[in-house]
C-alpha cells in the first residue's frame, strides 16, 4: 500500500492547531488526572523506555515541536551547529529542583554523564570531543566528526538536563531536574499513584497550564476506561480496541503516532546468521494482518524505517511483502534449519506478538511466547538474552545515523549480540564524511537499501499511543509525534 508516514504526522500536527504558541497564563492552576499503563520505578531518565515522567520533571536543551522534527529552545535559548561545534546558549534564572544553578558548568557535567553511561544514548555524544565553557551561558561542543543529528539528540530524553549533584550522588529515588513540576513523594504511592506539584523558582510560569499533576497507573484496559467515565481522570491512554467504547460513553479518542516497531533479529551472530533465515522472516511476516488484528487498523505498515520526506528515505525501497511460498523457499535455501526460541512480549504487544509467533511457526520457526510485565519486559528487551523481538527503540528514530550506531554498528546498544556488518560500517562512514548534504543523503539512502537488500531489519510499522480524554473537563492534550506514551504537558489546558 502507499502510505507516507510523513504525511500522517503533519497531518496530526495541523489537526492539534499546527502552532506551540501558548497564551499567557497567571500561575497554573488545576489537577490533571492522567491515566497510563506505565509505572515509574526510580528518576534515571537515561534507563527509560519512554519519557512519561520524567517528561514532567526534566527538560533538555532543546525540544521537538509536535512534529517531532522542528526544534525548538528549552533551557537553550540559541545554538550554531556546524561539522566541527556546537555552540549553545543557555536560558539565565533557570535552578535545579534541589537548587543547584542551571548554568554551562551543569550542561557540560550531563553531556560527561550521557557519554560514559553506556546507555542506549551515549554513543550519540560519543562524538564531543571537548567542551569549553565561556562563561555560565555560553558553551561550545567541539566535535571529533560530524553529527547532523546532534540537536535531535538533545530533544531526546536521552538528552534531559539533571542536577549535577543527583548525578554525582547516582541516588535515583528523587527527581532533581528544572521541569515545571516537582515529584511529590509524601503523597505518591510508588507504581500505583505519583503526584506532581508545581515548582515555584520555575522560570516560566505564563507557559505552564496546570498546577497539580496525578499520575494513575492503570494497566487494565477496562479499568482505565472506567476511571475515565467515572472521572477519576480526564486524560487515559486506552488499548486501541476500546475507543469505540469510550465514543459511546461521549469522550473523545485521538492517537498520536509515537513509534516505528520492526521485527528485530537480534542474534545474527548464530539464530539469524543465514540471510536466508532472515529473508524467510521478512517474507512470512504478514504486518498488514499484525497490525489490523493487534491495532484495530490504527497502526499502518511502512515500507522502511524512515518515510517519504525525512533523511534516510530512499524511494527505491520497497520493503517486504508477505508471500509464504517464497518464506519457504528461502528456508529451503537455508537447509530448513531447526530453529526455536523464546519470544517476549508485555501486554502492550502482546496480541501483536502473538501473531508473528504463528506466522514464524508456518515456515517450521518454533516460537514459545512468554509474558511479562512491563517492568520486567523493559529490563530486558535490549539484551542478549532473546535472539527476536518485536520492538523497537526512540534512539533508532532520530536519523539514519543514529540509527546505523544504535542497531548496527558493533558497539551499539541496540546491537547486543554485537554482529559487526562490515560493508554496512563502510556505507555509513562514506556517508558520514561527505560534506555536500546532497551526497550525505545520497549515502543515508545507500545505508537504507543494503540493510533492505540483506534482510537486516523488516516489519515496520507505525505504532500509536491512543487516549481518550473527557471534553467537558479539558481540551484535546497536545502530543509529539515519535515520543512514546507521552503529553506535552505544560501545554494541557482543563476547562
Given at each position: 500500500m502507499k502510505y507516507s508516514l510523513h504525511t500522517l504526522f503533519i497531518a496530526g500536527f495541523i489537526a492539534l492547531g499546527g502552532t506551540t504558541t501558548l497564551e499567557a497564563q497567571g500561575r497554573p492552576k488545576g489537577t490533571l488526572n492522567y491515566g497510563t499503563v506505565i509505572q515509574l520505578n526510580n528518576w534515571n531518565p537515561l534507563v527509560k523506555p519512554n519519557q512519561t515522567y520524567t517528561g514532567i520533571v526534566y527538560e533538555g536543551l532543546v525540544r521537538a515541536a509536535p512534529d517531532g522534527y522542528t526544534i525548538q529552545p528549552s533551557l537553550a535559548t540559541a545554538w550554531t551547529l556546524t561539522p566541527e561545534k556546537l555552540e549553545l546558549t543557555l536560558r539565565s534564572g533557570v535552578v535545579f529542583h534541589d537548587g543547584t544553578p542551571f548554568d554551562a558548568e551543569a550542561v557540560k557535567r550531563n553531556i560527561e554523564w550521557f557519554r560514559k553511561s553506556g546507555t542506549q544514548w551515549s554513543m550519540g555524544f560519543e562524538p564531543v570531543r571537548e567542551i569549553e565553557i565561556k562563561d555560565a551561558t555560553h558553551l561550545t561542543l567541539h566535535l571529533s566528526s560530524p553529527s547532523p543529528?546532534?540537536?535531535?539528540?538533545?530533544?531526546?530524553?536521552?538528552?534531559?538536563?539533571?542536577?549535577?549533584?543527583?548525578?554525582?550522588?547516582?541516588?535515583?529515588?528523587?527527581?532533581?531536574g528544572t521541569g515545571?513540576?516537582?515529584?511529590?513523594?509524601?503523597?505518591?504511592?510508588?507504581?500505583?499513584?505519583?503526584?506532581?506539584?508545581?515548582?515555584?523558582?520555575?522560570?516560566?510560569?505564563?507557559?505552564?497550564?496546570?498546577?497539580?499533576?496525578?499520575?494513575?497507573?492503570?494497566?487494565?484496559?477496562?479499568?482505565?476506561?472506567?476511571?475515565?467515565?467515572?472521572?477519576?481522570?480526564?486524560?487515559?491512554?486506552?488499548?486501541?480496541?476500546?475507543?469505540?467504547?469510550?465514543?459511546?460513553?461521549?469522550?473523545?479518542?485521538?492517537?498520536?503516532?509515537?513509534?516505528?516497531?520492526?521485527?528485530?533479529?537480534?542474534?545474527r551472530r548464530e539464530t539469524f546468521a543465514d540471510e536466508n533465515v532472515r529473508k524467510a522472516v521478512c517474507s512470512v511476516a504478514d504486518i498488514g494482518a499484525i497490525t489490523k488484528a493487534a491495532y484495530n487498523g490504527i497502526a499502518q505498515p511502512v515500507p522502511q524505517k524512515f518515510q517519504k520526506g525525512t533523511s534516510g528515505f530512499n524511494p527505491d525501497v520497497k520493503?517486504?511483502?508477505?508471500?509464504?511460498?517464497?518464506?519457504?523457499?528461502?528456508?529451503?535455501?537455508?537447509?530448513?534449519?531447526?530453529?526455536?526460541?523464546?519470544?517476549?512480549?508485555?501486554?502492550?504487544n502482546q496480541t501483536a506478538t502473538l501473531i508473528l509467533a504463528g506466522q514464524l511457526k508456518q515456515i517450521g520457526i518454533d516460537v514459545k511466547p512468554q509474558l511479562m510485565t512491563t517492568g520486567q519486559y523493559f529490563s530486558f528487551y535490549?539484551?542478549?538474552?532473546?535472539?527476536?523481538?518485536?520492538?523497537?527503540?526512540?534512539?533508532?528514530?532520530?536519523?539514519?545515523?543514529?540509527?546505523?550506531?544504535?542497531?548496527?554498528?558493533?558497539?551499539?546498544?541496540?546491537?547486543?549480540?554485537?554482529?559487526?556488518?562490515?560493508?554496512?560500517?563502510?556505507?555509513?562512514?562514506?556517508?558520514?564524511?561527505?560534506?555536500?548534504?546532497?551526497?550525505?543523503?545520497?549515502?543515508?539512502?545507500?545505508?537504507?537499501?543494503?540493510?533492505?537488500?540483506?534482510?537486516?531489519?523488516?516489519?515496520?510499522?507505525?505504532q500509536h499511543t491512543t487516549w481518550?480524554?473527557?471534553p467537558k473537563k479539558t481540551d484535546q492534550p497536545p502530543t509529539t509525534v515519535l515520543r512514546a506514551s507521552t503529553l506535552r504537558y505544560d501545554e494541557v489546558r482543563l476547562k
Open positions: 543529528t546532534m540537536l535531535q539528540r538533545l530533544a531526546s530524553r536521552g538528552g534531559f538536563m539533571v542536577s549535577p549533584k543527583t548525578i554525582e550522588s547516582g541516588d535515583w529515588s528523587k527527581s532533581n515545571p513540576w516537582i515529584y511529590d513523594n509524601a503523597a505518591s504511592q510508588l507504581g500505583t499513584k505519583e503526584v506532581f506539584r508545581y515548582f515555584d523558582k520555575y522560570y516560566a510560569p505564563e507557559k505552564v497550564g496546570v498546577e497539580t499533576i496525578v499520575m494513575h497507573v492503570l494497566q487494565d484496559p477496562s479499568v482505565a476506561l472506567n476511571a475515565l467515565m467515572s472521572g477519576l481522570v480526564q486524560v487515559t491512554e486506552l488499548d486501541s480496541s476500546q475507543l469505540p467504547g469510550a465514543e459511546a460513553a461521549g469522550m473523545k479518542t485521538f492517537s498520536t503516532a509515537s513509534l516505528v516497531q520492526h521485527i528485530l533479529m537480534l542474534d520493503g517486504w511483502s508477505h508471500n509464504l511460498a517464497e518464506a519457504k523457499k528461502y528456508m529451503a535455501a537455508a537447509g530448513n534449519p531447526k530453529i526455536s526460541f523464546t519470544l517476549p512480549m508485555f501486554t502492550n535490549q539484551s542478549d538474552k532473546y535472539p527476536l523481538q518485536l520492538n523497537s527503540s526512540s534512539t533508532e528514530d532520530i536519523g539514519p545515523l543514529d540509527y546505523y550506531q544504535f542497531r548496527f554498528s558493533p558497539a551499539g546498544v541496540g546491537n547486543p549480540f554485537k554482529v559487526p556488518v562490515p560493508e554496512l560500517d563502510a556505507l555509513a562512514a562514506k556517508a558520514l564524511a561527505e560534506k555536500d548534504p546532497a551526497a550525505q543523503e545520497k549515502g543515508w539512502q545507500e545505508v537504507s537499501k543494503y540493510i533492505n537488500d540483506k534482510a537486516l531489519d523488516c516489519g515496520f510499522f507505525a481518550a480524554y473527557d
